[in-house]
């Protein structure tokens, strides 16, 4: 399993253009939101416990593996996130999916712009698992102006 730097470092190859770096901070936050509001609206489950809510857990258990410090700042940012999903799908009813999917479509033309001013490809086209990382690069850049680290230090 790759590290969480070599991760954040092949990332960063293909996101290094300003403009594509706004765009990531403005687009990537409602994909999240999007993808699991597509899982809410999974038939099956209540508020507690549903297709959103068991990705999300399995999503930290998954940033737990790369970097548990980094998972614990995504906690917050899950629970957020899965709670406006869940007043989304009990607010909107039948309009929750098609808000979810305008959305959805519209941060990715906001990526896939970005991409173009940067020249390149998303990462995800090389590996699939990039579309988990996207949230991780914008935390990790926060932790490095807050001068936090992103794993622990390595015993001698």
């Not at 070599?6 to 403009?19: C, F, G, K, Q, T």
């Not at 970005?114 to 995800?124: I, M, N, R």
Request: proline share 6%; aromatic share 12%; net charge positive.
């Amino acid at each position: 399993m790759k590290s969480i730097h070599v991760w954040l470092a092949e990332y960063s190859d293909s996101h290094r253009n300003p403009i594509n770096k706004r765009l990531h901070w403005l687009c990537v936050p409602p994909i999240v939101l999007t993808a699991f509001g597509f899982l809410r609206a999974i038939p099956g489950g209540d508020a507690l416990i549903n297709a959103a809510t068991v990705a999300g857990v399995l999503t930290l258990i998954y940033y737990s593996l790369l970097s548990w410090r980094l998972m614990l700042g995504l906690v917050p940012v899950v629970a957020i996130v899965l709670s406006l999903v869940q007043i989304s799908y009990a607010a909107l009813g039948g309009w929750h999916l098609p808000l979810m999917a305008g959305i959805f479509v519209l941060a990715w033309i906001g990526q896939f712009i970005g991409h173009q001013a940067e020249g390149k490809k998303p990462s995800f086209f090389k590996d699939i698992q990039f579309l988990m990382i996207g949230p991780l690069w914008l935390l990790a850049d926060v932790y490095r102006r807050a001068d936090l680290p992103l794993t622990a230090p390595e015993r001698r």
